[in-house]
């Protein structure tokens, strides 16, 4: 059987800080390390289509495959709602809840997650998102 | 320059084995560059046809490009060649739940757990989905109060529907149809936010707002209601909250 490299085990896919990053994998560390730093905003995280972390820039302890592996359903169902009920593609989501705010954006390479706090600033977290989201597609 | 012929010239052939061209694709997966890997898994594939690894990244791509008939249909190879691949369990569960298939999606994540107890992706899928009832949406229950809005006077605000967060429909201000199928859409939006929440340790969802471009879609969770409506246009979010709020009371909706 060929190597399985990474991938056989549950923990395979994971982020791997060995390998030598290509431009592009800098330009999403970039863009998930600087929107990390904004007023109020905990971390966030890269994540592919189906829930794989590219990216992570979170707290300690953070769930980091669960909330990769959720999100990732989450964002897909915000992609398939918008074209099964013929509305525009799916860009972003606010999410406000009792002890923070969790951003969920739609791009060619995946979902981009924010966590913030409840009194995060939404709206220019969405501009920066929205820059990023131009960088990323 | 086509990618393969780049990639032939920038990679030694001799070094060129499966298990090194599958490594370089998922790398290259791992960094957002599919096309990349595209080229490097199918050069894997046809030396090693039977690669479960090989496969499960081809299924990835397909995922990554939103193709999830292929996608699925890679994921069943890689589990013809090992019948507990958790990762391959994962991603049909995941397919299952995008279809709303929710036994389905139950029944892979269970194998992917007889096996693989430690495997955080598959239980918090599993939890998510533990306490979601189906949805009633065969007309079953009591039927919802449709929403009557003077002709001569468009609204501003469309697509409303409330509902409990049972599923249960109160009122919908739409076509029978398309009512049912955004309801399904936004309660399996709140329970997947919800259950994403939680994993976040952000607590319980109040409000969300989507962005879709021309539109954006609310939703404001009030114990037990579920109060949705959808406005023109970019809307900030805050505004656009209040706005929905007033139009709920306004109908009088309460939890």
């Known amino acids: 059987m060929a190597d399985h490299g990474t991938l056989t085990g549950p923990e395979g896919r994971r982020k791997s800080p060995g390998f030598a990053r290509a431009p592009r994998a800098r330009v999403f560390k970039e863009i998930v390390a600087s929107l990390a730093k ?10 592919t289509p189906d829930g794989l972390v590219i990216i992570a820039e979170l707290p300690p302890r953070f769930q980091v495959e669960a909330v990769a592996a959720l999100g990732a359903t989450l964002g897909r169902e915000l992609e398939l709602g918008s074209a099964r009920l013929g509305r525009g593609a799916f860009r972003m989501a606010v999410f406000a809840a009792d002890g923070g705010t969790l951003f969920v954006c739609g791009s060619r390479p995946g979902f981009l997650i924010l966590v913030g706090d409840r009194n995060v600033d939404v709206t220019s977290v969405r501009m920066a998102l929205g820059r990023a989201l131009d960088r990323l597609d | 320059m086509h990618w393969g012929a780049l990639l032939e ?6 070094r060129s084995t499966p298990a090194v061209l599958f490594r370089r694709a998922d790398r290259c997966c791992s960094q957002g560059r599919y096309d ?5 898994v199918a050069q894997g594939l046809r030396q090693a046809p039977d690669s479960s690894v090989g496969h499960l990244i081809s299924a990835y791509l397909h995922v990554a490009g939103r193709r999830m008939d292929r996608a699925k249909g890679e994921f069943e190879r890689v589990l013809a060649i090992d019948p507990f691949h958790p990762r391959a369990l994962l991603g049909l ?8 298939d929710l036994a389905t999606a139950k029944t892979f994540l269970d194998r992917a757990l007889q096996y693989y107890s430690d495997f955080p992706e598959a239980q918090a899928l599993r939890e998510m989905l533990a306490d979601w009832p189906r949805m009633k949406a065969d007309g079953s229950e009591a039927p919802a109060r449709a929403l009557l809005g003077a002709p001569s006077q468009p609204a501003r605000e469309y697509d409303v529907v409330a509902m409990r967060t049972d599923g249960r429909l109160v009122l919908l201000g739409m076509d029978e149809d398309r009512g049912r199928q955004l309801a399904q859409h936004l309660m399996q939006v709140y329970r997947t936010a919800s259950a994403t929440l939680s994993r976040a340790d952000l607590g319980s969802l109040r409000s969300a707002a989507i962005d879709v471009g021309s539109c954006m879609v609310f939703l404001l969770k009030d114990a037990d209601l579920l109060f949705s409506a959808t406005l023109d246009g970019p809307v900030e979010v805050g505004a656009g909250s209040a706005h929905i709020g007033r139009l709920r009371n306004a109908l009088g909706i309460r939890s």
């Open chain 1, 38 to 47: 904004a007023a109020n905003v905990r971390g966030g995280l890269l994540v």
């Open chain 2, 36 to 40: 990349e890997a595209a080229v490097f």
């Open chain 2, 9 to 14: 010239r920038t990679w030694p052939r001799q």
């Open chain 2, 93 to 100: 569960a995941r397919i299952s739940i995008e279809d709303q």
